[in-house]
């Protein structure tokens, strides 16, 4: 039994159900541009040892929300958790991202890969719980996955990727081979974000960064198709409550009526999106989350709450919004401009939730 | 006086008049993947001893004529040709991509900063020149520059950039400081594609390479607008014909509404981007080229073929379409591949010309 939560905007406008304001939190607000996350991570050792120690991942995690009046915290890992715990040995270089010692690149390979077992991911799970526990109901905990395609971009490539020719090439001259791979990711992924529900995990966001560099009916064969799986496979409600959850595809706005016809509850928007456009699009399937530009957090004050105003009022009235960045906030930032972002959605946002809280 | 042209395909599909097949050219097609290509470069020394001697430029523009049924030629050059004659210092890295020795920050960089000069760009006209003369009318030459966005990312980051952090920061701190970069840029360009005109370019491109990382707003405000510009100054028509211009905006898929009302003869599409769906929205207004994603050439003939016939049949009948890749080709492509593409857009396109040939 977890304590009592206290603020539910978040799990709210997921839902589409009424809130008093727009709910805000900011991908990778646990991260570099925080001088006391730098001094985490280096009593931690090393990124990963930051990872697996579920202690240091909760100090972390909670670190924006004593900066921050946030909405939601969001568990702190790694997408590539699940790649390492199929045994490809995740590491990184500095200033050259991470890098794995096996790549996939053959059906042999492929073939002899395990589905992850929850059981290697256990340090996830316990820093899931733990995070949950340390939050005593402050906020919502999201837990959160790499999409099977994603994942599987890392793996084949062996790292980042500006032009993905050995995965694009699998794909063109081998596609039952990268389905194989795609459907033993598919698996693990499903087993991982329900062992992060029953952990603790209220909301759970699948990341698909790199879907958006496909072309459509690719993008629905190989990285949609998958998601949609793991959707079918998720544990909905739990602890009495449903769990929403959030797909988001980077470079994916040609695809959003496909994307909502998932079964998603929301949909994350990068900011090459308009929300407006795309609540036009699939706002009476799906909730909506983001999208501002994580530039503009290089402006000043006036700036930033202008281009709040901008993204909130693209959206427009009643629930269903979370706002959010467009993708990660980057670690050049100064702390002090993403309070000036979180204390303008929650102010300007009220308007547009006016006659909706007669609940 | 240049000599008659023969193949006029490529120029007839950008103004939509009928064509007996589909005409086809490749971005990048003179580049790293053939071996005579990496063999002349060898000599010429390095990148850009080999833009700057018209007789190397000339002769890389030509190979892949050489080995594959192309319906056009496209000037061999650098797009940051413009800033090096703006006195930045354009060089080159290992491995790294383009760099300058000077960088653009503030206002006062930009405001020191000279509108280019066609004089100090007169080798790119010599070798336009020189390959008109070379092309002997086989096939239309195309001139090229990128877009005065795509252009200042460079300037102001100082090379190739991921997240575009110092260009996006004057945006929002300072955008008077940037439309002063944009609008010096703007001119240089314009007078930069007249000058290839004059010098034999029978049609001309505009990358816009990085467009797609802005939201939609700020695409319109600092990216679509100065290629609106270019295009009211550029000369339309020369030596008795018209000259089309094409605008590509890569990841510009969700405003090809707005590149299409700037009067552009056709718009580059990339792979993410259905060309069917892009027909239904702009076709009306301009030719497309594109869009296959350079990965395809990664795989065999057969599914060449396939791939190809899938972009051919999105199109659908009539003239308007230019077949080309969604961006540049690969330098890891086996040159025999190309040819498998070239072929089939000829071959397979014809169908979707047979009753339009009666001019």
Redesign the interface.
Known sequence: MFPELKNDRFLRALLKQPVDATPVWMMRQAGRYLPEYRATRANAGDFLSLCKNDDFACEVTLQPLERYELDAAILFSDILTIPDAMGLGLYFEVGEGPKFKKVIRTEADVDSLPVASVNDLDYVMKAVTTIRNALSGRVPLIGFSGSPWTLATYMVEGGSSK???HI??M???SPDVLHQLLHKLALSVTDYLNGQIKAGAQAVQIFDTWG???????YQQFSLLYMKQILGGLIREHEGRKIPVILFTK?G??WLENIAATGADALGLD????IAEARARVGDKVALQGNL????L???EQ?IRD?VE?VLEGYGRGSGHVFNLGHGI?Q?VDPEKPKYLIDAVHQLSMKYHHDDMDY
């Open positions: 032009d993905f020719r694009k090439g794909m063109y001259k958006g560099v496909l072309s459509g009916p690719m470079n706005g040609q900011w090459t999106t308009d530009d994580p530039c503009v290089y402006a000043d700036v281009q901008l980057h050049f």
